[in-house]
T-cell receptor, first 114, second 113 residues
Framework: QKEVEQDPGPLSVPEGAIVSLNCTYS??????FMWYRQYSRKGPELLMY????GNKEDGRFTAQVDKSSKYISLFIRDSQPSDSATYLC??????????????FGTGTKLQVIP | DTGVSQDPRHKITKRGQNVTFRCDPI?????LYWYRQTLGQGPEFLTY????????KSRLLSDRFSAERPKGSFSTLEIQRTEQGDSAMYLC???????????FGSGTRLTVV
């Protein structure tokens, strides 16, 4: 079993829809949770970064973390064609002192249709 | 330019040849990472530098792979005796702290024929 599971999609939605992207994980030590967006043939770009459980909002994007269920989500409101990309969840353990590598999901490919 | 730069963007090489990639991180970031990404997969960790010290290597990093970061600035990743299975996107990232958000470069796409 992979430490981080993510549905690869593809997910197709009409422009303006609310998009929900999700990941589950198995490592209880994960405390830092990130979402990256990756356009074709580009490197990943950090979208959201949260620590422990709770919600974080940034414009049209909301990240949710439920550590009790080991489940994280990214919501995109009023989706735009420019949001079409692959969305990668990522997570890591405590970074106090030693190194904690970031583990990525496989990514969900999103297409927003005009 | 304040981003992470990688060179070259694309590399096509014949099986058995050696290749070297370069990464220039954000100047104030003392932590540097190499990841490998294949089609349809997320990035997989290869190695980590803090300043010039290589502090962690994945077991994915066979003895054909070597990475350096002289003087704690740019880094190079060399693959010797390339194999077709080495074909992938090689991503470099940098950060101020570990475990949090990284800034990635655009990657070097390697094709071994």
């Amino acid at each position: 079993q992979k430490e981080v599971e993510q549905d690869p999609g593809p997910l197709s939605v009409p422009e303006g829809a609310i998009v929900s992207l999700n990941c589950t994980y198995s490592n209880s030590a994960f405390q830092y949770f990130m979402w990256y967006r990756q356009y074709s043939r580009k490197g990943p770009e950090l979208l959201m970064y949260t620590y422990s459980s709770g919600n974080k909002e940034d414009g049209r994007f909301t990240a949710q973390v439920d550590k009790s269920s080991k489940y994280i989500s990214l919501f995109i409101r009023d989706s735009q064609p420019s949001d079409s990309a692959t969305y990668l969840c990522a997570m890591s353990g405590s970074n106090s002192g030693g190194y904690q590598k970031v583990t990525f999901g496989t990514g969900t490919k999103l297409q927003v249709i005009p | 330019d304040t981003g992470v730069s990688q060179d070259p963007r694309h590399k096509i090489t014949k099986r058995g040849q050696n290749v070297t990639f370069r990464c220039d991180p954000i100047s104030e970031h003392n932590r540097l990472y190499w990841y490998r990404q294949t089609l349809g997969q997320g990035p997989e960790f290869l190695t980590y530098f803090q300043n010039e010290a290589q502090l962690e290597k994945s077991r994915l990093l066979s003895d054909r792979f070597s990475a350096e970061r002289p003087k704690g600035s740019f880094s190079t990743l060399e693959i010797q005796r390339t194999e077709q299975g080495d074909s992938a996107m090689y991503l470099c990232a940098s950060s101020i702290r570990t475990g949090e958000g990284y800034t990635f470069g655009s990657g070097t796409r390697l094709t071994v024929v």
